[in-house]
């Protein structure tokens, strides 16, 4: 809303054309619900999360509740490399008792 200088607001007064555009260009530019479902389905198939999940994804980016910046837990994307193959590899030729957790 545009106000003037004591804080009414003038019914007539409309905004500017590139105002306007912009407004419009954002809804444009964002993604809805519909068309990520659409799109993770497309991507995955079967493996791609249910309505729900997303719409629970959606509702906390919304409320900001999800931040890429902290930590996360779980597996770390290094946790499978050359290394740890050759090790279970080895650990498995030698003794082929172990089980999976004693490795």
Known sequence: MIT???GIVNPKHRLSKSSTLS???RSRDRV???????????AFGDGAPCAKTIYIWFAEFKRS??????Y??????IAVNNKNIDYVRR???TDQRVTYYEI
């Open 4 to 6: 003037n200088q004591f």
């Open 23 to 25: 407004r419009k260009r």
């Open 32 to 42: 809805n619900f519909q068309q990520s479902l659409a799109r993770l389905r497309t």
């Open 65 to 70: 509740l999800v931040n890429f910046c902290e």
């Open 72 to 77: 996360r837990d779980g597996r770390p994307s």
């Open 91 to 93: 650990t498995m030729e």
